[in-house]
């Protein structure tokens, strides 16, 4: 009987390590794949007592035993100390436990550097050899199961690559070119194949409502027909509900007296077995929904719905872009209105909020502000009498004492003409008159009548001259009739020439008697008064404004630089000791208040009003 149990026993222990080996090779999932590998390690090793596989857990991100052996299994709790700290090092650990004479081991699973898992073991034995032979043996068998994860994140990866270029085979279908119902119609057949749909409605956003677009392998389609209305209720509930809406057609047929939701009345109209509803979510805008169906065959998977959801947050930007494109003007202007009051009266937009309030009032301070408006005009001082010397008769210049700017008294000398001819004539018409003196006592010393009255004719004669050559002389000398300034004429470098009679040498103006010249454009005279005020700012003294009236708006327009003014004369209220005939500045005439916005823009309107008529037949 004894080598009969011999071997049976091997033969029964080989039967199970080749069960092992078959369940390792055929696994599955990662809990058969772990179980059967740590079976075929710790029947390996033989000295194993317990043993326990580790793995990350996706959902919680801890660490939990995925496979354990043997089986069934008691508390292995006092493992979980050494897995820790393989977990934590990302190395090997090795343990002793002198009480219990065993040996406990941990080492890390990782994959692409990064630490997956950790496997924990407790052998039987206690020497050094033994415990580095079992560590070697476990780094190489740890091996499997990283190749494993290795092979699962490069399915995942091709299959999210595979993912990726069908999405973007879809988004390229929507950047095609053409009309916004062409393209949706592209895509909705591009679904249908790429899922396998029995039909698929593309529907977009109007306001709080979803209205059907294009229907897959349908060109046209009766939009009042009751299957759109049915695609359409059920686009709106994914439409409100902001996610996917999923529905499969239960085993058995509900209740006539149960409310039926728009996706289990869209399944009973189209014999639908499931249906997938996704909204087309920009942000917190929802442009659209797309719904999908399938008449028989299995239910949209999570694969499909992932799809779906890449999709989704792709296409809506084109769609959106697309219909924006190809608004009418009406729609556009309502549409741009429409987000102006959405950002003036919805929630948020503090900035648009501000400057609305701050332009509301600036409109309400231009029409309802009335501020005084005043005309502006170029300004020139003149004084108001200017006294003309002139040349009182032919001759030359002898000497000149003033000159333009020069402050004079009144009978001051201003400048003398070459009197030495007149006083050769004046001696000359002297001597003419002792003459005839002479000649008229002998004629009435003889009674010579007739002499007589012709030597009295030349002695008036020769008296008159006298006179006038003696009136010449005194009017040589011009002098200044009041007190004043020269307000032009420079004789200083005209010393001995000649001049003619009656021209002008200089020009007196009074010192306290001016008058204003303001030219005043023809847009603005018809605002000017006499008796309006004013004020002045020259030149030379800007700080000090000088106020003025208005006493006369003379009706004869001037042009000038192209443009035509008319001359306004104007009284100064106070004359400021600097002030001088000849300054010019810039005076400002107060015609009365008008509106702010008035002021503003009244000359643009002037010139609008003008071209129009101009230009109108």
């Known amino acids: 009987m004894k080598p009969e149990v011999t071997s049976i026993a091997p033969s ?4 199970a390590e080749d069960g092992q080996w078959r369940l ?44 354990v052996w043997p089986e069934p299994v008691g508390d292995l709790s006092y493992l979980g100390k050494v897995a820790q700290r393989a977990l934590t090092e990302s190395q090997g650990v090795v343990h002793r436990d002198p009480e219990r004479a065993l040996t406990q081991i941990g080492y890390p699973v990782q994959v692409s550097e990064r630490t997956i898992g950790a496997v924990a073991l407790e ?49 390229a279908t929507a950047l095609r070119s053409g009309s916004l119902k062409q393209v949706l119609f592209d895509v909705a057949n591009h679904l249908a194949r790429q899922l396998r749909c029995s039909r698929v409605a593309v529907g977009l956003a109007e ?41 499969v057609r239960p085993d058995a047929a509900a209740s006539a ?14 014999s639908a077995s499931s249906i997938l509803s996704v909204p087309l979510l920009l942000g917190a805008k929802c442009v659209g929904a797309i719904t999908l169906e399938r008449s028989g065959g299995e239910a949209f998977g999570a694969g499909e719905r992932m799809w779906m959801e890449a999709l989704a947050a792709l296409v809506p930007p084109i769609i959106d872009q697309r219909r924006r494109a190809e608004r009418g003007y009406w729609a556009r202007a309502g549409d741009d209105l429409r987000a102006l009051l959405e950002k003036l009266f919805g929630p948020r937009h503090l900035v648009w909020k501000f400057c609305a309030c701050a332009a509301l009032i600036l409109v309400a301070l231009l029409t309802l502000v009335d501020i005084d408006y005043r005309v502006s005009a170029k300004t020139v001082i003149e004084g108001e009498v200017q006294r003309v010397a002139a040349a009182p008769f032919e001759g030359f210049i ?64 020769a008296e008159a001259q006298l006179a006038l050559a003696t009136e010449k002389i005194k009017r040589a000398k011009l002098v200044a009739h009041f007190d004043g300034i020269v307000v032009s004429g420079d004789l200083s470098q005209l010393i001995g020439s000649p ?28 605002h000017v008064e006499t008796g309006q005020t004013g004020a002045l700012v020259i030149s030379g003294i800007a700080s000090d404004p000088t106020p003025f009236s208005v006493v006369k708006v003379t009706p004869v327009a001037t042009a000038q630089d192209g443009r035509n003014f008319f001359r306004v004369e104007a009284r100064l209220e106070r004359a400021p000791p600097r002030l001088r005939p000849g300054m010019e500045g810039v005076g400002k005439i107060e015609v009365g208040e008008r509106p702010l916005w008035w002021i503003l823009t009244h000359s643009f309107t002037d010139w609008l009003r003008l071209t129009l008529w101009t230009w109108m037949p």
């Open 398 to 461: 002898a000497a000149s004492y003033v000159r333009a700017g020069d402050t004079v008294r009144e009978g001051q000398v201003l400048c003398e003409l070459d009197d030495r001819d007149l006083k050769i004539e004046q001696n000359k018409w002297a001597s003419e008159k002792e003459q005839h003196e002479k000649k008229l006592r002998e004629a009435m010393a003889n009674r010579e009548m007739a002499a007589i009255q012709v030597i009295s004719a030349q002695l008036k004669q």
């Open 24 to 67: 390792f090779a055929s696994a599955t999932s990662a809990d058969e794949f772990c179980r059967a590998w740590l079976a075929l390690l710790c029947r390996q090793l033989g000295s194993v007592s317990a043993g326990a596989v580790l793995l990350e857990s996706g959902e919680t991100g801890t660490f939990v035993p995925i496979a």
């Open 207 to 247: 306001g709080h409502s979803v209205r059907v677009a294009a229907l897959s392998d349908a060109a046209w389609f009766e939009k009042s027909a009751s299957v759109v209305k049915r695609y359409s209720a059920a686009m709106e509930e994914a439409y409100d509900k902001r996610e996917i809406v999923a529905y």
């Open 257 to 270: 007296d149960a409310a039926l939701s728009p996706h289990e009345l869209l399944a009973r109209e189209t």
């Open 499 to 526: 001049v003619e009679q009656g021209k002008k040498l200089f020009e007196v103006a009074p010192l306290a008697s001016y008058r204003v010249i303001l030219q005043v454009d023809e847009r603005e005279i018809r």
């Open 12 to 15: 029964a222990q080989a039967s």
């Open 123 to 171: 052998i039987s034995v206690s020497d050094e050899a033994r415990v580095s032979a079992v560590l070697r043996q476990l780094h190489w068998s740890i091996g499997w199961i990283s190749d494993l994860f290795h092979r699962r994140e490069l399915q995942e990866a091709a299959a999210r690559t595979e993912r990726i270029g069908s999405v973007m085979e879809g988004v």
